[in-house]
């Protein structure tokens, strides 16, 4: 999973697994998903999507390679450059993998950089996953309320 590799996660993780819940264990367990799952969510919020990433990574490396159009080229810009293209690299792996990740495609190689596919498959998976409608005492409920009502 990508979030494994985001500074933060585990201390989320060790946080909401050491918080302390009384009661059976069956619902110790519950309670610390649900402090772990409400705790994921608001740190997921704080950090940047692997698309924000990728383009934030373009637009420095085209402002470096800008700026060297209009200065003599030093071994320092050339390593920066190097350093930004690098980061740049990185940023769209990162995005390939979490499109690769949210389409469950996981039959394709990681590097393919057909990511319009994986988002293709990601919005499918989901709509696959969607409950539409219900039969309920021969009944056909449709709205969302009354679909979670009868759940």
Do not use: P
């Amino acid at each position: 999973m990508i979030w494994t590799h985001q500074a933060g996660f585990y201390d989320i993780v060790s946080s909401a697994w050491s918080t302390l819940v009384r009661w059976s264990n069956f619902f110790v367990m519950e309670d610390k998903l649900r402090i772990f799952k409400r705790s994921l969510k608001s740190w997921a919020k704080t950090i940047k999507t692997q698309t924000s990433k990728r383009k934030e990574a373009l637009k420095e490396l085209g402002h470096h390679q800008s700026a060297l159009e209009e200065v003599d080229i030093t071994h320092e810009l050339l390593t920066r450059e190097a350093k930004l293209q690098k980061t740049y690299h990185q940023a769209c792996r990162e995005e390939e993998e979490y499109w690769r990740q949210k389409s469950r495609s996981l039959w394709l190689q990681a590097g393919d950089k057909n990511t319009r596919y994986f988002h293709q498959q990601a919005e499918a998976h989901k709509h696959f996953k969607t409950v539409n409608e219900i039969h309920f005492q021969d009944q056909e409920i449709k709205d969302f309320e009354g679909i979670k009502q009868v759940a």
